[in-house]
């Protein structure tokens, strides 16, 4: 069993920066795949990106390519979203998700466990 709380949402800018954390409990975090989702409000929550779970694989969302990074420390059991040249449309409520299989996946069912979710808000 794992559980996620992340941390570092706010109200930015746009073309500013924001490093989202997610801290995971449980001994068997440094195996699972960790995924970033985020939810606009009326749309479905979308994929952002990916890390594998010894953290030498990546996968992005074309959207953020080139503008956030997903990094993860296994000794602090926290994963990061860094986010820069913030956008309106980057505007999200955030979620970390974990899965016991490859770092590929892209679909929310695919992750077993979530985050509560940290809101992002860029203004332009």
Known sequence: QVQL???GG?????????????????????????????QAPGKEREF????SWIGLSTNYADS????????RDNGKNTVYLQMNRLK???TAV???????GSYHAILPREYNYWGQGTQVTVSS
């Open 10 to 38: 706010g109200l930015v800018q746009a073309g500013g920066s924001l490093r989202l954390s997610c801290a995971a409990s449980g001994r068997t975090f440094s195996s699972y795949a960790m995924g970033w989702f985020r």
């Open 48 to 51: 952002v990106a990916a890390i």
């Open 5 to 7: 709380v992340e941390s």
């Open 94 to 100: 955030y979620y970390c998700a974990g899965r016991s």
């Open 64 to 71: 953020v390519k080139d503008r956030f990074t997903v990094s």
């Open 88 to 90: 309106p449309e980057d």
